[in-house]
């Protein structure tokens, strides 16, 4: 995304709004909050396919407009005094904006049109209110949405050709196992951060190679090093050991099995066995096609190569030491 000073201006001002919900102690500043960083977004999604990204900023902002609807509703009637009414309509509020099954597919509809840069803004940033709404309200209605959630995304993951609607039923997976946690704050933290930075990772090699579906995985003429990159951080995003994305998997896994949830913590494992099987063979793909690479690519620089993958992998020990402290 070519920064200029308008989209500048706007980026900032959704990260205000993102700040301003997260930090807010009552309902209306939260809504405010979500409502700036709404208005700033849209913008934001306008590329140079005029007619895709206008039809994907309109279908964003029906969706996101119902979902505040229904936020100020709740905020009446918790005012009433209708606690179950309340309960439902803002979990319900919150797991649109989330995207969690069966509200997921907004953003299957507009992903396609979006510039990678945007995309990751999408599935990481603006995540982040309607998690801390969802962390505070502390819904038992659930449960339900989540095993929804990690059965039709890992099924649909495996099927998929398009790389940003693989990246959006990840989100969704990767989105469900954060909720399943959601009374334990520092989990959260450390799972939504591992999970941007992964995110990141694997958008900015895709915007590199300007992939947008898998079949173009397995043939480029990238480097070797380029593909063992993808291979490591496709790893990480799947939940395979020793890389960063396992460890937080496990974190959740473990807080689950504390609290005695084994129906959900076998869900969680068929599953991520779907996703890491998705990955796992795109990955190996990747690295085993035979390809023609040009000779003044061994002299490129490789750095922020190797950070990448180092990340990824050396990582872990880390965030398991944070976890003893914490």
């Keep these: 995304m070519f920064f200029n000073s308008t989209k500048l201006m706007l980026t900032n001002t959704m990260m205000i ?70 309960e439902i309509i803002l979990t319900t509020a919150m797991m649109i904006k989330m995207g969690l099954v069966p509200f997921h597919n907004w953003i299957l509809l507009i992903i396609e049109h979006l510039e ?22 502390n819904s038992k209605f659930l449960l339900m949405p989540i ?23 990840s989100s969704i997976f ?38 947008n579906f898998i079949n173009q995985i397995l043939f480029n003429e990238y480097s070797t090093w380029m593909k063992l990159n993808i291979w490591i951080n496709m790893l990480s995003m799947s939940g395979f050991p020793p890389t960063l994305g396992f460890v937080t998997k496990m974190m959740v896994i473990q807080e689950m099995v504390k609290i005695n949830e084994l129906i959900l913590v076998t869900i969680m494992i068929m599953t991520s066995l779907l996703v890491l099987f998705f990955y796992t063979r795109l990955a190996f793909s990747s690295m085993m096609i035979s390809y023609s690479f040009k000779k003044w690519e061994f002299l490129m620089k ?21 976890k003893m402290v914490f």
Excluded: D
Aim: glycine share 2%; net charge positive.
């Design 17 to 86: 709004g993102v700040i301003m919900t997260i930090c807010s102690n009552n309902w209306v500043s939260m809504w405010m909050g979500m409502e700036i960083s709404l208005i700033s977004f849209i913008p934001l999604m306008n590329s140079n396919k005029i007619n895709s990204s206008s039809e994907s900023m309109i279908k964003y902002f029906i969706i996101q407009s119902i979902s505040s609807t229904m936020l100020l509703f709740s905020v009446i009637c918790m005012l009433i005094g209708v606690s179950m009414m309340n």
């Design 174 to 211: 990767n989105m469900s196992l954060m909720i399943s946690s959601i009374n334990k704050l520092s989990l959260i933290i450390s799972f939504i951060s591992v999970y941007s930075i992964n995110m990141a990772f694997l958008v900015m090699l895709f915007s590199t190679m300007k992939m």
């Design 116 to 137: 990678y840069s945007i995309v990751l803004i999408l599935l990481t940033i603006l995540k982040l209110p309607p998690i801390s709404i969802t962390y505070q309200i």
């Design 302 to 322: 490789t750095n922020s190569k190797y950070f990448m993958m180092m990340m990824s992998i050396l990582m872990s020990p880390f965030i398991l030491t944070l």
């Design 147 to 169: 095993i929804l959630s990690l059965i039709v995304s890992s099924i649909c993951c495996v099927n998929q050709s398009s790389i940003r609607k693989t990246l959006a039923y």
